[in-house]
Each structure stands twice: as structure tokens, then as C-alpha cells.
């Protein structure tokens, strides 16, 4: 896991399990030697906003993509991304949504807050890689930002 200002994925996921999977998908399409993890919406919103534990990050250093799971301690990923999408300084980073919940409140309500992209995890480990490989290829390689 990095933690320099080169971060090109920041993984918000408190079920080392589900860290684990997505790291070995990434890796396995050479796409995981930049990723951040973090375990609760508290400390993503350390991270993402330069303060706290990460004091010492440049804010402007953001990642290309931040996979976000809903169910968190602490903050909860909605609250995380209302933070992001409402700040100027962060609202342009792309913020997947990747949950178990398969709840129609919780969709509409990442859109709602500006997910760009909303993927309800899939149970068994080869959709899992599949869908997290393409993710990483998409937002990392295709996906133009601004700068």
C-alpha cells in the first residue's frame, strides 16, 4: 500500500476480505501498485481532505479514483461522499461506489450525492475480479479528468 502523493486509487473498504479480493484483481492486471487503503469514513476523510493522520499530504495530490464501500465505521461512505462531491477542491474526483448493499435508497441516494458510478459487489470471487479489473482499467487507463 502506497502512501505517497501518487496515489492513483484510494480503497475505502473496512471488510479485509473484500481488501484482500481487491487487491489481488488489481494486481493481477498490474494495476495495484499505487493504492491506498482505508478502513473507515473517518479515516477517508483524513486522507482525502490532508488533515489528521495525513497532515503531511499535499490536498492538490488527489487519486485518479476512489472506490468507496457504503456500510463503514465510524463515517459512513454516504456521509464520505457527500463530503467529497460538496468541496470545491475534491468534487471532481470520480468516486465508485462498490457495496454489498443492493438497497434502492442507497443507489439513489450515491447518484443523488454525485457517485459517478454505483457497482453492487458480486458474491462469488471470479465476478468480483472481473468487475474490479475492469473498474481499474476503466477509471485508470480509459477515463480522461481534468487538471
Not at 470545491?88 to 438497497?103: D, Y
Amino acid at each position: 500500500m502506497a502512501i505517497t502523493n501518487e496515489v492513483e486509487i484510494l480503497l475505502v473498504e473496512d471488510n479485509p476480505n473484500d481488501v484482500e479480493l481487491t487487491l489481488r484483481a488489481l494486481k493481477k492486471h498490474n494495476l495495484s501498485n499505487k493504492i491506498h487503503v482505508v478502513k473507515d469514513g473517518a479515516e477517508a476523510l483524513e486522507y482525502i481532505f490532508a488533515n489528521g493522520a495525513y497532515a503531511y499530504r499535499k490536498v492538490e495530490h488527489h487519486p485518479k479514483v476512489i472506490l468507496l464501500d457504503l456500510k463503514l465505521p465510524k463515517v459512513d461512505g454516504l456521509e464520505v461522499l457527500r463530503q467529497i462531491k460538496s468541496n470545491e477542491r475534491t468534487k471532481l474526483i470520480p468516486v465508485v461506489v462498490l457495496t454489498s448493499s443492493k438497497e434502492e435508497r442507497d443507489l439513489v441516494e450515491s447518484y443523488r450525492l454525485g457517485a459517478n458510478s454505483y457497482i453492487a459487489k458480486p458474491v462469488d470471487f471470479e465476478s468480483f475480479v472481473k468487475a474490479v479489473s475492469e473498474l481499474g482499467l476503466y477509471w485508470l487507463l480509459l477515463n480522461q479528468l481534468p487538471r
